[in-house]
Structure formats: C-alpha cells, structure tokens
C-alpha cells in the first residue's frame, strides 16, 4: 500500500490527529496528513466538527463554572442534613 493510501485510509490516525489539534500545533506534515485524510472522508469532517463543539462546550462549562461559583444556600443544606440524619437511624 502506498504511503498515500495509508494516509487516505487510515481514519483512525485522522481521528488521532483531530484530538491532538485540539490541544497543541500539529506539525506540518500531520497537518498535511489531516487535510488529505478530510479531503476525503465524511465521517472524520463530521468527527472534526463534533469534537470542536464537545471541546467548546467542556471549556465554556468550565468557565462558566469558574466565573459563577456554585454555592448551596443554607435552608438546603440544613434539609440535607436532616434527611442524612434521618437516614443513618
């Protein structure tokens, strides 16, 4: 098998590479690699384009979540505690 083919065929090393963009710089021949392999498959696009929107989300989630602590008020905790109570007997 051609090296080419090896790259056009190989949607696991695609998927690979998605991820690792994600993350950091690919060099330039993964770069080179990936674009070949989604010039071609469908499913690794729509890979691509569901793992950036699940990245989005988790990143969003966690800024959301460090920008506006959760905190429980004290009427809910007081119930909880109760109910804690009540159960261990």
Do not use: P, W
């Not at 990245?55 to 920008?67: A, G, R």
């Amino acid at each position: 098998m051609s090296y080419l083919k090896k790259i056009i065929y190989n949607c696991k090393q695609a998927t690979f590479l998605i991820e690792k963009k994600q993350l950091k710089r690919l060099s330039f021949r993964e770069e080179i690699e990936l674009r070949i392999h989604l010039a071609g498959c469908g499913m690794c696009v729509l890979y691509d384009k569901q793992s950036r929107a699940i990245n989005d989300m988790v990143q969003q989630l966690f800024h959301d979540s460090l920008k506006n602590e959760l905190k429980l008020d004290d009427a809910f905790k007081a119930n909880l505690q109760a109910r804690i109570e009540e159960g261990l007997r």
